[in-house]
């Protein structure tokens, strides 16, 4: 690769642009509440990625939402405040995107949780913040945090598990839909990102085991029907722990999520001109304690559920979820995934990453199914 071009220049800034302005448009990741009429002209005039301004530029946007939710609040406005704190969560969810890796982004994540859990007062039904114990090793953390949301009318509700991957945290983890299958939902952060106890590895796994030590603790939950959900690179870990901890698992499912061939220094190289809009692999990094895309690229191959041999291993049953045209992670690893171990569901779409289109409808069905 020494006579290849640095594959980690800034990506020009009219492509980031574009995919920033079809994101914000539709309200995809990371733009979910936000308006589009607030933040088309921010995008205008970005100069570059730099963490710092861009997480000046917008931050800013929440402050006049913050101030209309809390006049709302004190005149009785429910609804109003909900709406309201929502927006100026979001606008601090994109001011901490992709990844809090540096001073302002790390303030914009507090922010966003801030307005989160103002906003959460007014779900129904309600969410509450859990710590579950955590045994770590030196450095790490002694809890890992979850949102626990439970259905009403179920005395013991099954649960998913639910994880996002680099950039989407348990905050933006959509509950709603699984609530109305009959399914208290369990929200957490996959190793390396948030509020997580520990940094993404190989050894990493072990955080499940905290989270479900803490659901069998739990009266109102059944632990005999658990099941899992990672989205991105949260689909690495779902698949992992499938294997890993198949014993305590109904079920799982890897949705867009990575397993070997995106590992490899081509396909890193490959992704980061792709439909993640910057900075891929330097997130990635990021979520597994390195510092640089060069890094990830020595590094990853570590990751590789094929040279771990967890593949080989008894598993849950394991959906697969995917486009088949993903940029982010190769289509190829889900087929690797169908070549080794118990036979797995499949649903992939003729769109990108993660596959789109009526995705999680079929995934919390499946998961209704598996946990019934």
């Given at each position: 690769?020494?006579?290849?071009?640095?594959?980690?220049?800034?990506?020009?800034?009219?492509?980031?642009?574009k995919e920033?302005?079809?994101?914000?448009?539709?309200?995809?990741?990371?733009?979910?509440?936000?308006?589009?009429?607030?933040?088309?002209?921010?995008?205008?005039?970005?100069?570059?990625?730099?963490r710092?301004?861009?997480?000046?530029?917008?931050?800013?946007?929440?402050?006049?939402?913050?101030?209309?939710?809390?006049?709302a609040?004190?005149?009785g406005?429910?609804?109003?405040?909900?709406?309201?704190?929502?927006?100026?969560?979001?606008?601090?969810?994109?001011?901490?995107?992709?990844?809090?890796?540096?001073?302002?982004?790390?303030?914009?994540?507090?922010?966003?949780?801030?307005?989160?859990h103002?906003?959460?007062?007014?779900?129904?039904?309600p969410?509450?913040r859990?710590?579950m114990?955590?045994?770590?090793?030196?450095?790490?953390?002694?809890?890992?945090?979850?949102?626990?949301?439970?259905?009403?009318?179920?005395?013991?509700?099954?649960?998913?598990?639910?994880?996002?991957?680099?950039?989407?945290?348990?905050?933006?983890?959509?509950?709603?839909?699984?609530?109305?299958?009959?399914?208290?939902?369990?929200?957490?952060?996959?190793?390396?990102?948030?509020?997580?106890?520990?940094p993404?590895?190989?050894?990493?796994?072990?955080?499940?085991?905290?989270?479900?030590?803490?659901?069998?603790?739990?009266?109102?939950?059944?632990?005999?029907?658990?099941?899992?959900?990672?989205?991105?690179?949260?689909?690495?870990?779902?698949?992992?722990?499938?294997?890993?901890?198949?014993?305590?698992?109904?079920?799982?499912?890897?949705?867009?999520?990575?397993a070997?061939?995106?590992?490899?220094?081509d396909?890193?190289?490959?992704?980061?001109?792709?439909?993640?809009?910057?900075?891929?692999?330097?997130?990635?990094a990021?979520?597994?304690?390195?510092?640089?895309?060069?890094?990830?690229?020595?590094?990853?191959?570590?990751?590789?559920l094929?040279t771990?041999?967890?593949?080989?291993?008894?598993?849950?049953?394991?959906?697969?979820?995917?486009?088949?045209?993903?940029?982010?992670?190769?289509?190829?690893?889900?087929?690797l995934?169908?070549?080794?171990?118990r036979?797995?569901?499949?649903?992939?779409?003729?769109?990108?990453?993660?596959?789109?289109?009526?995705?999680?409808?079929?995934i919390?069905?499946?998961?209704?199914?598996?946990?019934?």
């Amino acid at each position: 690769m020494a006579d290849s071009p640095d594959p980690f220049v800034a990506r020009p800034m009219d492509e980031v642009k574009k995919e920033l302005h079809e994101r914000a448009e539709h309200n995809r990741n990371p733009f979910l509440y936000t308006v589009y009429d607030e933040v088309a002209p921010v995008i205008d005039k970005l100069g570059s990625v730099d963490r710092e301004d861009w997480a000046h530029a917008f931050g800013a946007l929440a402050i006049a939402h913050e101030e209309r939710a809390a006049k709302a609040e004190a005149a009785g406005d429910n609804d109003t405040a909900r709406k309201e704190y929502l927006i100026a969560y979001d606008c601090y969810h994109v001011a901490r995107y992709p990844a809090p890796n540096s001073p302002a982004k790390r303030a914009a994540y507090k922010k966003s949780q801030e307005n989160f859990h103002k906003a959460a007062r007014y779900f129904d039904p309600p969410v509450e913040r859990v710590e579950m114990p955590f045994k770590g090793r030196s450095g790490e953390g002694r809890a890992a945090i979850g949102l626990l949301r439970k259905p009403r009318g179920v005395s013991r509700a099954p649960v998913a598990v639910i994880w996002g991957g680099i950039d989407a945290f348990k905050e933006e983890r959509p509950s709603d839909p699984y609530l109305k299958a009959g399914l208290a939902t369990l929200s957490i952060d996959m190793p390396g990102v948030a509020d997580a106890p520990l940094p993404g590895s190989e050894a990493a796994g072990r955080l499940w085991d905290a989270v479900f030590d803490y659901i069998a603790r739990r009266p109102d939950l059944d632990p005999n029907r658990v099941g899992v959900h990672g989205g991105s690179t949260g689909g690495y870990w779902a698949t992992k722990v499938a294997h890993t901890h198949h014993e305590r698992l109904r079920a799982a499912v890897n949705q867009g999520g990575p397993a070997h061939f995106a590992f490899r220094a081509d396909w890193i190289v490959k992704a980061q001109r792709g439909e993640y809009p910057f900075e891929l692999a330097e997130t990635l990094a990021c979520a597994f304690d390195r510092s640089s895309g060069e890094e990830w690229i020595e590094y990853a191959p570590k990751l590789s559920l094929l040279t771990q041999g967890i593949l080989e291993k008894p598993s849950a049953p394991l959906l697969c979820v995917n486009g088949v045209n993903d940029s982010v992670f190769p289509i190829a690893d889900m087929h690797l995934l169908l070549e080794y171990g118990r036979p797995k569901s499949t649903r992939f779409y003729p769109g990108g990453h993660m596959g789109g289109g009526n995705a999680q409808a079929v995934i919390i069905e499946w998961l209704k199914q598996k946990l019934s």
